[in-house]
């Protein structure tokens, strides 16, 4: 990358960290999650519990949250202890933009190379820095900076193990999605997804080290590490409301359509098992293509649809889905071209037009919507659904001309 590129990229990181500055010079409220973190971290070194509380003492005033996350987590950010509650802000925040573009610059690496080089438009540093910038429009990209959120890092994590460290044989491969899931737990449909793959092995390292890690908080704090497990894990209360429209899960949908019903979550869980089949089938129909990314997207997207809780701001994934999505609107035809633009378009418009921040929300006023709001509600999940049906109609339009002869593609 050249030197004028390489400072481009590094100022947006630099401005959050001088914002960060600044927010603790002038006592701003930034990064209600980060705060958080820290206070989780600064808890830990201090030998208080963790889970006891709703609360924790080192949380400012308006970041009054409960810790949610595995103990690991708390261990892993020690490092924000040290600093003011805005400077951790900008340092997560600058991490978190890094981390994007880390992401970008794999998926590119990621993409099929034709005719033994990369098409025009992907240079990768030039590509790298306009969709760095570009994306910071996405608005789960921007609320997880906001919020001081690290879903950006962990997906950075997932991304260069799943399609750099592994894919190349490493003996470390399976490391960073098994600390990534002992950050938060979602990462670990991850391990299903390298076994699936034929990485057995990549797997079994995953599970070891996310098992690894909770042993050693177990020697460290084996109070918090067992309430955590045997109690706040399974504590909903804690999360927030599922019928929140931030939810853009099929557990937050079913809640949200049938009033809270008691059968809501096992309907969800339910209709997850049913669509596990057909997107284990289309995860390995990309990844027998040599099409590592798609495959990798198949699995975080439904993982996002049939976790109990997929916040807006957990949606990070739509970068590399649109890195694939602006990749193929080249290879077509103008008679066709319409329709890869459509889907480009389509998913741009859901990720930037703030729509679940539009509709009216909170006080349970998503148990009372219009049947139009209910659609526009569940926008971020109508985009994978809606990707997949694309996907499954093109199929069997082929299978149906073809008749029953094997196809190359999807």
């Known amino acids: 990358m050249r030197p004028r590129s390489m400072l481009l990229l590094v100022a947006v990181p630099t401005l959050a960290v001088l914002a960060g500055v600044l ?10 999650d980060s705060a958080v973190y820290r206070a989780g971290a600064v808890i830990l070194l201090n030998g208080d519990p963790l889970y006891e509380s709703t609360t924790l003492w080192p949380e400012p005033f308006w970041a ?11 261990l892993l950010f020690v490092p924000l202890a040290v600093l003011p509650v805005q400077v951790a802000w900008g340092v997560l925040a600058a991490l978190s933009v890094l981390a994007m573009a ?13 005719s033994g080089e990369l098409p025009r438009w992907a240079s990768p540093a030039r590509t790298t820095l306009i969709f760095s910038v570009v994306f910071l429009a996405l608005e789960p990209v921007w609320r997880t900076i906001f919020l001081g959120q690290i879903n950006l890092l962990l997906m950075a994590l997932i991304v260069l193990d799943v399609l750099v460290v592994s894919a190349r044989g490493s003996r470390f491969g399976g490391v960073l999605v098994g600390i990534a899931a002992a ?42 590490t067992i309430r955590f497990w045997t109690h706040t894990v399974s504590d909903q209360g804690r999360i927030g409301p599922m019928h929140w429209a931030g939810n853009q899960s099929l557990n937050g949908l079913l809640n949200r ?10 309907a969800a869980l339910a209709i997850g098992a049913v669509l596990a089949p057909p997107a284990i089938w289309l995860m390995l129909r990309f990844h ?10 198949v699995t975080a997207f439904y993982g996002l649809l049939v976790s109990p809780v997929s916040w807006s701001h957990h949606w990070v994934w739509a970068v590399p889905l649109l890195v694939v999505l602006v990749s193929r609107l080249p290879e077509t035809t103008p008679a066709t071209a319409w329709r890869r633009w459509l889907a ?17 929300n909170g006080r349970n006023v998503e148990l009372h919507w219009a049947f139009w709001e209910y659609v ?18 093109r199929w069997l339009l082929r299978r149906w001309r073809a008749g029953t002869r094997p196809l190359a593609r999807v």
């Open 23 to 32: 927010g603790w010079l002038f006592d701003w409220h930034l990064g209600v």
């Open 64 to 74: 009054l949250l409960p810790f949610t996350y595995p103990p690991t987590a708390a």
């Open 102 to 114: 880390l992401v970008i610059r794999v998926a590119i690496s990621a993409l099929p190379v034709r």
């Open 183 to 224: 950050v938060k737990l979602t990462p670990l449909i991850f391990v299903p997804h390298l076994l699936f793959t034929g990485r057995w092995r990549e797997a079994l390292r995953a599970l070891a080290t996310f098992f690894a890690l909770q042993g050693l908080m177990l020697l460290l704090i084996p109070g918090d």
């Open 257 to 266: 359509v049938t009033d809270l019903a008691p059968w809501a979550s096992g």
């Open 288 to 297: 027998r293509r040599g099409q590592a990314l798609p495959a990798l997207l």
């Open 344 to 360: 480009a378009g389509a998913v741009v418009v859901v990720f930037v037009s703030c729509v679940l921040l539009a509709l009216p």
């Open 376 to 393: 526009l509600g569940s926008a971020y999940l109508l985009v994978p659904v809606g990707l997949a049906a694309v996907l499954a109609g």
